[in-house]
């Protein structure tokens, strides 16, 4: 990584670290792209569908990649990444163990909030919504999708819940590729998917001298009232 050498202090105090570098200094320019009001769709889906594309036309990586973010019960916000597996009208769709700490957080507070950070293309959209579980068959037939060690890794890991050691649930790996040698995986009770319904989302272009675009989509009813937010 290229770090940009200071060349004064002056806007950095905090040196705890010993950095020879002055993060202060990391700065790009934004211009890549615009948003305006004619190129923005009335459609937030539509909207989405066609950033969603550009993301994985580009050079992005994991451009399914999603920071979730969820309540605790003490009203922590808490974030981890995971990847969208579908989306359509209804919603967007991402998979996980039930009983993990996201999990559990939703069984109690169904709230969520979904970012998609495409740095490289200068945007990134945040979505707010409700979960509700997808349908077992859903759930059944992207398990099965998926590559068998990873099906395997689902079966043996109680996400989120502390274990002695790798070595531990290594061999729970091996004890279960020898149980379901030449058989079918079954679903796991906990595993499955979330269905996100969105009741707002926000589009960020970033663009020149900091002056971004932001569009902000809240849904009224049947529509979706749409402003124009300051940068
Ligand atoms: C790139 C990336 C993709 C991930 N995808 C998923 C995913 O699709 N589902 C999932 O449960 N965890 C996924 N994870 C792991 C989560 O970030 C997280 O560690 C895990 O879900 C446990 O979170 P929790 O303890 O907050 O429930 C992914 C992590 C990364 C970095």
């Not at 859903?138 to 068998?148: A, I, K, N, V």
Request: glycine share 4%; with cysteine.
């Amino acid at each position: 990584m290229i770090f940009r050498l200071a060349k004064s202090n002056r806007n950095c105090n905090l040196n705890y670290f010993n950095m020879k570098s002055d993060i202060s200094a990391l700065r790009n320019e934004y211009s890549k792209s615009t948003l305006s009001d004619s190129e923005l769709s009335s459609d937030p889906f539509v909207q989405f569908d066609q950033w969603f594309k550009e993301a994985i036309n580009s050079d992005q990586i994991e451009p399914n990649a999603m920071i979730v973010g969820t309540v605790d019960q003490y009203d922590q916000p808490t974030q981890r990444t995971v990847l969208l597996k579908d989306y359509g009208k209804e919603g967007f769709v991402f998979y996980t163990n039930y009983k993990s700490r996201k999990g559990t957080q939703l069984e109690n507070n169904p709230k969520i909030n979904l970012l998609f950070p495409w740095y490289h293309l200068q945007r990134q959209v945040i979505i707010s919504g409700t979960v509700t579980k997808v349908s077992k068959e859903d759930s059944e037939s992207y398990f099965h999708s998926r590559p068998r060690g990873s099906q395997l890794s689902a079966f043996v890991s109680n996400q989120s819940e502390e274990i002695p050691s790798r070595k531990e649930i290594e061999s729970r790996l091996q004890k279960a590729e020898e149980d379901f040698k030449d058989k079918e995986i079954p679903l796991p009770d906990n595993w499955g998917g979330y269905l996100v319904t969105p009741s707002s989302f926000e589009f960020w272009q970033g663009r020149e001298n900091r002056l971004h675009d932001r569009f902000f989509f809240e849904r009224e009813n049947e529509h979706w009232k749409i402003s124009r937010l300051a940068p």
